[in-house]
């Protein structure tokens, strides 16, 4: 079973740090490169951040400089620190491995809500 739980969302203001955490099962974790992921209310989901296992990363335009993402494979932990953040961050957060939104990826968790205000 694929199980995948995210935690560390909040509420915080405009400049304010969150630090979100996802466990994943050990067997999507060490086959796949893994990602956060956001959806705003009204848009679609976007990719935020990918790192794969040998900690390689990309991230959205938007993000670069303010975002960190890092895992550790012991622990079968993926990890978000988000720095400076600003309203237009404000969506619930998921945890998935990176190919989920080019393929009928069916085991998203129930994400972590971030709300920054300005």
């Known amino acids: 079973q694929v199980q995948l739980v995210e935690s560390g969302g909040g509420l915080v203001q405009a400049g304010g740090s969150l630090r979100l955490s996802c466990l994943a099962s050990g067997s999507i974790f060490s086959t796949n490169p893994m990602a956060w992921y956001r959806q705003a209310p009204g848009k679609q989901r976007d990719l935020v951040a990918t790192?794969?296992?040998?900690?390689?990363?990309i991230y959205k335009d938007s993000v670069k400089g303010r975002f960190t993402i890092s895992r550790d494979n012991s622990k079968n932990m993926v990890y978000l620190q988000m720095n400076n953040l600003k309203p237009e961050d404000t969506a619930v957060y998921y945890c998935?491995?990176?190919?989920?939104?080019?393929?009928?990826?069916?085991?998203w968790g129930q994400g972590t809500q971030v709300t920054v205000s300005s």
């Open positions: 790192i794969t296992s040998g900690g390689v990363t």
């Open positions: 998935a491995p990176g190919w989920a939104l080019m393929s009928d990826f069916a085991y």
